[in-house]
């Protein structure tokens, strides 16, 4: 539990219903909080005391931090047929031109399905 003990500097309210409570603890650091108008805690001059911590969130815990691991190797195709080479530069031109890339044909899928499985 941290707490810090700043004297108020300012209090700003305007047309909302919050206000901005400015105080300046003996470091000199800014301390800035909102509170709703009503709740505004004394005046200019007097003590502000702040007494926090941080705490885990468990509705988004993170995960520790471990060492990086070995790079993982990617699989690359064996080889490339000619036929193959030719859909994906369809693909990327569609593409670049700003349409939808080529879709492929029900035999065309079913062919890359057996090569696949052939592999």
């Given at each position: ?32 909080i ?37 790079p993982?190797?990617v ?9 193959d ?21 029900p ?13």
């Amino acid at each position: 539990m941290t707490t810090i003990v700043a004297q108020i500097r300012a209090i700003r309210m305007g047309h909302s219903e919050r206000a901005q409570v400015h105080a300046v603890c003996a470091k000199g650091h800014d301390i800035k909080i909102e509170v709703a108008s009503d709740e505004v805690p004394g005046a200019v001059g007097d003590l502000l005391v702040l007494s926090w911590s941080a705490h885990a969130n468990p509705a988004a815990a993170t995960p520790a931090l471990t060492a990086p691991s070995a790079p993982v190797s990617v699989p690359v195709p064996a080889s490339m047929s000619t036929a193959d080479a030719a859909v994906v530069d369809g693909q990327f031109d569609a593409l670049m031109r700003g349409g939808a890339p080529q879709t492929l044909t029900p035999d065309q899928q079913l062919a890359a399905l057996f090569k696949e499985k052939a592999r």
